[in-house]
Structure formats: structure tokens, C-alpha cells
């Protein structure tokens, strides 16, 4: 008798188990995803510019030009009352762009007119500024225009980005929690307890209506709503 149960636990053993828990069966779960959105009004505007400026010959006035450019840019927005702390360079760079053969020659008859293109020295300062009120969006871009700026786009986004997460995050627990108590009532089980939540959430893009204004008008630019969306993957543990 002795002899046969140090058999068995020795076979419990090399089997990586305890006597009586051998056949004990992992506890049921049950896996659900729950989504929350939160619909917010933009309270900030950014503004992406680039300021081009070139020179056939010397670097230094490409880079002199670019300068005046962004002075200018400068004033008009502060005119606006745009912080300079609001101006903010992302990059700056000065390349050499050489001309194409076909364009070093006089065209001999009528063409398709070329599309504009900077030659020589280019000089190139990318700048995202943030607009004083989202209203004033419209007119940050027309000064950009003003100083012969590319207005590469324009996006809106939350000051406190962070609480309106953290709502969308509640809204999708509460969903999850919503379906997974559904599903167990259905079934005939209860949930015990969470294994595991895994989360994942992100602002939404959000798009923008521009109207073409009537000359000398101030363009006028309307934003969308912003959708903060959260997801949640719930992993519940249920016993009958």
C-alpha cells in the first residue's frame, strides 16, 4: 500500500501536479470588448506652415529671404495675438535643388504652364502655430498667405486631452461591463471576478469645413466635433 501511493506521487511529480489537484480544470472566462466615445468642441487650432524661400546663387540670401519671411509672419500674427511661445519651429533646412535641363532653355512655342518650383539655394522652415481662439484659425492662415506661405494643414485638437480619455475609458468599461452581464444572465452563470483588461484609446482625426471667402474677407473655417474613442478588452472569470 505504502509502496503504491509513493508510486503516484511520484508520478504527480514528474508530472509537474500535487495529488488531488491533477485533474483540477482552469476556471471559465469569458472575453468581451467594450467601446466608449466622448464628443468634444475643439478648444485649440495649430496651423502648419512653411515658409520657402530660394537664391540661384547663394545660400545665404535664401536664407536671409527666409528670415524677412518669417519676421513678417511673425508680426502679422502677433497682430492677431499670437504668443511667440505660440510660433513654433518644427524644421529648418537649406538644400540645393538644381534646375531641370529643360527649364535652363527659353521654350520655343506655347506649353502647359509649368508648375511653380523652387531652384538653386532652397531655404525651408516648417512652423506649427497655435491659434489664439479656434475662431481665429481662418486668420492665422491668411496671414500665412499673406507672406506667400505654404499652409500645408490645419488640425483641432483638446487643451485637456487627458479628462476627455479618461471619460471615453469609463464609458468603455461600463459597456463591457454591460455586455459581459447580459451574456452571463443569458447563459446562466456569474461573473466572479476580472482576470484581465487590456485598453487601447486615441483621439479620433478630426476633419474641418473651409467656405471660400469674398475677397479681402477673413477665410472662415469651421470645425467638426472631436470623437475621443477608447477601447477595452475585458477578460471576466464565471462559475455556475
Not at 95 to 115: D, E, G, T
Not at 144 to 157: E, F, P
Not at 170 to 183: E, K
Request: positive net charge; contains cysteine; charged residues 15%.
Amino acid at each position: 500500500m505504502k509502496r503504491t501511493l509513493f508510486a503516484t506521487c511520484i508520478v504527480a511529480l514528474a508530472l509537474g501536479v500535487l495529488p488531488g489537484r491533477a485533474f483540477a480544470a482552469d476556471p471559465a472566462t469569458l472575453t468581451v470588448n467594450g467601446a466608449g466615445t466622448v464628443s468634444k468642441i475643439a478648444d485649440s487650432a495649430l496651423v502648419d506652415i512653411a515658409l520657402v524661400t530660394s537664391d540661384d546663387a547663394s545660400a545665404s540670401k535664401a536664407t536671409d529671404q527666409n528670415n524677412t519671411a518669417f519676421n513678417a509672419l511673425r508680426e502679422r500674427l502677433r497682430a492677431l495675438g499670437v504668443r511667440d511661445d505660440g510660433i513654433r519651429t518644427t524644421s529648418f533646412n537649406v538644400r540645393y535643388v538644381p534646375r531641370p535641363p529643360q527649364l535652363r532653355q527659353p521654350l520655343a512655342s506655347a506649353a502647359l504652364p509649368v508648375p511653380q518650383q523652387h531652384y538653386g539655394y532652397v531655404a525651408t522652415r516648417s512652423l506649427t502655430v497655435t491659434a489664439p481662439r479656434v475662431d481665429a484659425a481662418g486668420r492665422v492662415v491668411d496671414a500665412a498667405v499673406a507672406v506667400s506661405a505654404n499652409v500645408n494643414g490645419l488640425r483641432y485638437t483638446l487643451a485637456d486631452q487627458r479628462s476627455s480619455v479618461a471619460q471615453a475609458l469609463r464609458a468603455a468599461v461600463a459597456d463591457a461591463q454591460m455586455q459581459a452581464d447580459s451574456v452571463a444572465a443569458a447563459a446562466h452563470v456569474h461573473i466572479t471576478g476580472i482576470k484581465s483588461i487590456e485598453v487601447s484609446s486615441a483621439p479620433s482625426p478630426i476633419a474641418f469645413m473651409a467656405r471660400e471667402a469674398a475677397p479681402g474677407a477673413a477665410t472662415e473655417i469651421a470645425p467638426a466635433p472631436l470623437d475621443v474613442r477608447a477601447n477595452v478588452t475585458v477578460t471576466y472569470f464565471i462559475a455556475p
